[in-house]
C-alpha cells in the first residue's frame, strides 16, 4: 500500500523557545496543506519549489525500497549555517541521505523519527557515528533512548526554521507527528509528517507496540479539524468508532519481518545495529 501520510490540525498557538527544541505548549510520504482551518477540504502534494518562502526551506524526499520508507530531507537554505535535519532515516541509505546533505552544503543537526519503527531500522545511530554533533529526537512517551526526547508542543528548531510535535498514538503508543511551523518567515503552505497515524486509504496497524484502535480513531477523529478527502472517501475513517474498531481488529496482517530485529534496534535509536556491524 503506498503509504501517503496526512493530518490536518487545528493549532492553537505555541509560545516561542529560546532551546533548539523545546517547549511550552506509502511510507512517509507527506502533504502540503492547502490551508489549515476548521472548514479545510482540499490537500495536495507539491514541490519545495511551489512553497512561499521556498527560499528559506529546502525540501527533498527520498525514498527506501525494501521497507518503502520515506525519509524527509529540510533545511533553512537562507540561514549562514545551512542546517537540517532528517525525518526517518533508514540504516540503508543513511550513506545516500549523508552524501545528498553534504552536495548541498548543508549542515545536518536532527536525525528525528516519527515513532519506534517495525519494518526497519532507524538510520539515526548510524548517521550520529558518521557525522558527528548530530543529535537523535524521538517522542519521550516512545520509551525510546535517544539525546533529545520530545513531547507535544515542544518546536524543533532549524536555523530560523521549526517542526511543532503533535501527539498522534495509536499505531504505536509514542507517534508523534511534525508541523512546520506558523508564522510570517515560515513556509506556507504547511507540510505534515506523521508516524502512520494516517495513509491514503488506510492507516497504520493497531496490534503492536502499545497500538490502539480506539486511541488511533481519537488521534485523527479528535486532533484532526477535517482531513479533506481522506475523511470523505479513506473506508476506514468513514466509519464511526465502532465500525473503525472492528476492522483493525479483523485485519489478520502478517508478523512483520523486520520487527524482532527494528524494534530492538530502534529503541536505541540504531545504535545496537551500528555496534552490531562494528563487531
Not at 75 to 83: R, V, Y
Amino acid at each position: 500500500m503506498l503509504r501517503f501520510r496526512l493530518l490536518s490540525f487545528s493549532l492553537s498557538p505555541i509560545s516561542s523557545s529560546s532551546s533548539p527544541v523545546f517547549k511550552p505548549h506509502t511510507r512517509n510520504r507527506f502533504l502540503f496543506l492547502k490551508k489549515l482551518s476548521s472548514q479545510m477540504g482540499s490537500y495536495t502534494t507539491a514541490s519545495d519549489s511551489q512553497l512561499s518562502g521556498s527560499k528559506k526551506l529546502l525540501f527533498r524526499q527520498l525514498f527506501e525500497k525494501d521497507s518503502s520508507t520515506y525519509t524527509y530531507l529540510l533545511a533553512d537554505a537562507s540561514h549562514p549555517d545551512k542546517p537540517a535535519l532528517l525525518v526517518d532515516p533508514v540504516d540503508k541509505t543513511a550513506d545516500r541521505d549523508l552524501s545528498l546533505v553534504k552536495e548541498l552544503g548543508l549542515k545536518l543537526i536532527y536525525a528525528i523519527n516519527t515513532h519506534v519503527h517495525a519494518d526497519h531500522v532507524t538510520g539515526t545511530g548510524l548517521i550520529k557515528s558518521k557525522v558527528p554533533g548530530v543529535k537523535s529526537i524521538i517522542s519521550k512517551a516512545s520509551n525510546a533512548q535517544a539525546d533529545l526526547l520530545i513531547e507535544p508542543g515542544d518546536k524543533v528548531y532549524f536555523g530560523d526554521l521549526f517542526l511543532e510535535v503533535r501527539a498522534t498514538p495509536g499505531h504505536t503508543l509514542g507517534c508523534v507527528t511534525y508541523v512546520t511551523g506558523d508564522g510570517p518567515n515560515q513556509p506556507q503552505p504547511r507540510m505534515v509528517f506523521t508516524g502512520d497515524a494516517l495513509l491514503i486509504r488506510g492507516c497504520g496497524r493497531t496490534d503492536f507496540q502499545g497500538g490502539s484502535s480506539e486511541t488511533l480513531y481519537k488521534s485523527v477523529h479528535t486532533q484532526v479539524s477535517t482531513v479533506g478527502e481522506e475523511m470523505k472517501y479513506n473506508p476506514r475513517l468513514t466509519k464511526d468508532e465502532a465500525g473503525f474498531k472492528g476492522i483493525m481488529e479483523n485485519l489478520n496482517l502478517a508478523y512483520p519481518k523486520m520487527m524482532d530485529v527494528a524494534v530492538p534496534a530502534n529503541m536505541l535509536c540504531g545504535l545496537q545495529d551500528v555496534e552490531s556491524k562494528a563487531n
